[in-house]
């Protein structure tokens, strides 16, 4: 990519609560579903309802309702 000239931001380090969430995909182990939900718990992690339909409904293989 160095023929580009497109700039790239790096990245800083990611907290721990971040990491248990960017863990593998399709990984969900035990530990990763217990961070998940003490995150939330907390009040730490937050997600759209709509986000999780999308992601309900592409792993079911239907068409995303508008």
């Known amino acids: 990519m160095s023929d580009t000239?497109?700039?790239?931001?790096?990245?800083?380090?990611?907290s721990a609560?971040?990491?248990?969430?960017?863990?593998?995909p399709g990984e969900n182990s035990p530990a990763r579903i217990e961070a998940l939900r003490k995150l939330v718990a907390a009040g730490q992690y937050h997600v759209s309802p709509r986000w999780l339909a999308t992601?309900?409904?592409?792993a079911a293989g239907?068409?995303?309702p508008e």
């Open 62 to 64: 239907l068409k995303i």
């Open 17 to 24: 609560s971040r990491a248990a969430v960017e863990a593998a």
């Open 55 to 58: 992601k309900i409904f592409r």
């Open 5 to 14: 000239n497109r700039y790239s931001p790096r990245r800083g380090p990611i």
